[in-house]
């Protein structure tokens, strides 16, 4: 292992192996343990007691986030000639249709989100060895297939992510940046744990929310007392 920067050895310092912050306090420390001179993304890591390889324990879904992720989000809008004015007016960077999957087939795929309609998926399904592996391709379950083509995009450039649980039982994103002050960190991670809690599966035994964590992209993670999730 390598030798610890006087940074790290500080970081660590603040963190008391072992004890679980309030979300308050783990906000403001994610924030006093990063040094890195860009603006690092905040991550939250929500270890849950599912099991996600049954179906009726799968843990997906979308929220919007009040603060938004901070993150430049880039989005193409694939539709129908009549609905790109209202898809480029709501901020899709990317806006068409044939020309694009074109361009995808080729191993173009630099984009975020790809919103499209429910009677172009039929055009799209062929593009899923490209965009499935990059997370990209459109799923009705998470708002990107959809006829109100301009909302989805608003909805997205605003904040709006979609996530789900991985094989370990794990959901982990982005839930803004280090720049953020401590409450906007605190209101997003509050938003994204509520929707956690509506989505949990009526088949899950035992603890629910068994462990969350925050931390940016490269600090350590700080474990946050679940109870504290619905403080003041």
């Known amino acids: 292992m390598g030798k610890l920067t006087k940074n790290q050895k500080l970081a660590l310092e603040k963190i008391e192996a072992g004890k679980a912050y309030t979300l308050k306090e783990a906000a403001k420390l994610v924030k006093e343990i990063t040094t890195t001179k860009f603006d690092a993304s905040v991550d939250i890591d929500v270890r849950l007691g599912v099991d996600p390889r049954k179906a009726n324990q799968m843990v997906r879904g979308v929220v919007s986030l009040p603060n938004g992720t901070g993150k430049e989000v880039r989005v193409l809008a694939l539709c129908t000639p009549d609905k790109e004015a209202e898809a480029k007016a709501a901020g899709a960077d990317y806006v068409g249709l044939d020309e694009y999957i074109e361009k995808i087939k080729g191993g ?34 998470s708002g990107t297939v959809t006829m109100d083509v301009a909302s989805a995009v608003r909805e997205v450039k605003q904040g709006k992510i979609d996530f789900k649980v991985d094989k370990y039982g794990i959901v982990h994103t982005s839930i803004g940046k280090v720049s953020f002050d401590e409450q906007k960190i605190v209101e997003n991670a509050r938003e994204f744990m509520a929707t956690i809690m509506k989505l949990k599966p009526s088949t899950a035994k035992g603890t629910y929310v068994k462990s969350i964590y925050l931390s940016t992209t490269m600090s350590k993670g700080v474990k946050v007392d679940t109870k504290s999730i619905d403080e003041n």
Not at 123 to 140: D, E, F, Q, T
């Open 108 to 141: 173009w795929t630099d984009i975020d989100v790809i919103i499209t309609m429910p009677a172009i998926m039929g055009k799209i399904g062929a593009l899923g060895r490209v965009l499935g592996p990059r997370g990209l391709m459109p799923n009705p379950k």
